[in-house]
């Protein structure tokens, strides 16, 4: 029997308007090599200042996994050439980070699990190589793009964990707004590191870094291709033959790694302190500022419980993303009763979201749903209507509710008038219930509401026709 060791590093862009080190635009799908200038390009002679506020939100995720913030720290020189970076060097932060020593916890069948972080660290991202015809090309726009590059402890035992690990940093950082963590576009990308030993050994052995994995399902389908060929190798007494300090790539079609180079220890980048730039000084206006930062989703989740009234389960869908949380939380701050708001977002619309759209993609956006809401409070349309509306806006987002419910012709009647003479006409029909209904048997207002309602052939409104019957009876 073999345990797993997993320990990630996540490289996270910050959503900084310009560069680390420069006044440069960042950006995403823009024409290649448009937002680029003589640092970016190293170029004699230009050199790095650095982003205030990339600092800021590095201190601000220091905050959210309980770390210690290092008033000073230091960038660094890390020395390798990539096609993709000019400097044929990486200004990043090696002796000492900004972030180190936090933690964040994990559910694992019911139980919390702690997962040490042992440092995040400020650096730049490289630019972006494309090949394609023979060629290669090269775009420089992401040179410099701010990053904060997260390393946990090597605390994770199996592919799961790891996955509920980075989907609770992912929250995390949208949560408090220092990244968009979009993970088709290389925000939010993750190295694994894997290793194996037999049960109850406490040694570490070789470990193997998967490069570059864009999606948890990705990460999942690695992480069990890796631990079994590295199972077989030991099994078939080829350990120390096949897995071998290195750096592999994960092959997306056929979920299988391959060799990609030889994994450098530290001492390979020759990292020496870049000597164009200070050491960071954080002063305490800095780091008290920086440190108040947005509710965070366990936060969030107990508020929802304890002072909106909500169950558990539907407090984490809520909290499950930081575009289902403002949703929910528009339709509260508009007035709408939360559990109300919880059956027409994690319910009615989540089950109409089909081929992975996302709350983020709705077709319907919160302004729209609390109109509809809006119509279900004030008695215009039952919620059995309210689900026609939905299902037609859903097919043609430019309509407003109000033009839906003429349209169907779904407006509820609740005309005291109309609906008294119904309910004279079914108490008529009915006196032998109504006797039993006034000598206590209480259980048969609801068949006198069915029949009120069938009769006005479920356009009456039920709070009026609850009401003027309970008068009647």
Request: charge should be negative; include cysteine.
């Given at each position: ?23 440069c635009?960042?950006?995403?799908g ?16 230009a ?18 996994v ?25 200004i ?5 980070p ?27 991202d ?6 394609e ?28 964990e ?23 576009e ?30 948890f ?7 069990e ?6 199972i ?8 120390s ?21 030889s ?33 965070l ?8 419980i ?7 389960d ?17 339709l ?13 977002l994690n ?8 081929n ?44 407003s ?6 349209k169907?012709?779904?407006?509820q ?48 409104n ?9 008068q009647?009876?």
């Amino acid at each position: 029997m073999f345990e797993t060791i997993i320990g990630l590093e996540v490289h996270c862009q910050l959503n900084t308007k310009t560069k680390i080190f420069c006044s440069c635009p960042t950006s995403f799908g823009d024409k290649a090599n448009v937002h680029v200038c003589p640092t970016c390009l190293a170029l004699p002679g230009a050199l790095p200042v650095l982003n205030k506020e990339a600092v800021k939100k590095a201190i601000m995720f220091g905050t959210a996994v309980n770390a210690t913030i290092n008033k000073k720290s230091v960038f660094d020189r890390k020395n390798y050439f990539y096609p993709d970076l000019p400097k044929a060097y990486q200004i990043s932060q090696f002796t000492i980070p900004i972030v180190e020593h936090g933690e964040l916890f994990i559910n694992i069948n019911g139980e919390n699990k702690r997962i040490g972080i042992t440092r995040a660290h400020l650096e730049e991202d490289a630019g972006k190589n494309t090949h394609e015809e023979g060629r290669s090309l090269v775009d420089l726009n992401r040179a410099g793009t701010p990053l904060l590059e997260i390393v946990s402890e090597p605390d994770m035992r199996s592919g799961d964990e790891a996955v509920a690990y980075l989907k609770k940093l992912h929250s995390i950082l949208r949560f408090i707004n220092i990244s968009d963590a979009n993970m088709q576009e290389g925000s939010f990308r993750c190295d694994v590191n894997v290793s194996i030993r037999p049960k109850g050994d406490e040694k570490l052995y070789t470990r193997v870094e998967i490069k570059n994995l864009n999606s948890f399902k990705f990460v999942q389908k690695a992480i069990e291709y890796e631990v079994a060929r590295q199972i077989d190798a030991w099994e078939d007494g080829k350990y120390s033959e096949l897995v071998v300090q290195e750096t592999r790539l994960f092959d997306t079609s056929n979920f299988t790694t391959r060799s990609m180079r030889s994994k450098e220890d530290s001492a390979e980048y020759r990292y020496f302190p870049d000597p164009d730039l200070l050491t960071v000084e954080i002063s305490n206006e800095m780091l008290e500022e920086a440190r108040k930062i947005p509710e965070l989703p366990n936060e969030k989740k107990e508020r929802y419980i304890n002072e909106l009234g909500l169950k558990k389960d539907d407090a984490e869908v809520i909290i499950s993303s930081y575009e289902h949380a403002k949703f929910f939380e528009d339709l509260i701050n508009a007035g709408h009763e939360p559990k109300l708001c919880v059956t027409w977002l994690n319910v009615e619309l989540n089950g109409r979201l089909k081929n992975g759209i996302t709350i983020e993609d709705s077709p319907i956006d919160s302004a729209k749903m609390s109109d509809l809401l809006s119509r279900i409070e004030d008695g215009t349309i039952s919620q059995k209507a309210a689900k026609e509306v939905l299902d037609f806006i859903m097919e043609n987002i430019e309509i407003s509710v109000d033009d839906v419910i003429k349209k169907l012709g779904l407006k509820q009647v609740s005309d005291d008038a109309t609906i008294l003479a119904v309910i004279d006409a079914v108490i008529s029909k009915n006196e032998q219930k109504v006797a039993e209904y006034r000598n206590g048997k209480d259980k048969l207002f609801g068949f006198f509401v069915g029949q009120v309602m069938k009769e006005g052939k479920g356009a009456f409104n039920p709070a009026k026709v609850n009401e003027l019957l309970k008068q009647k009876l």
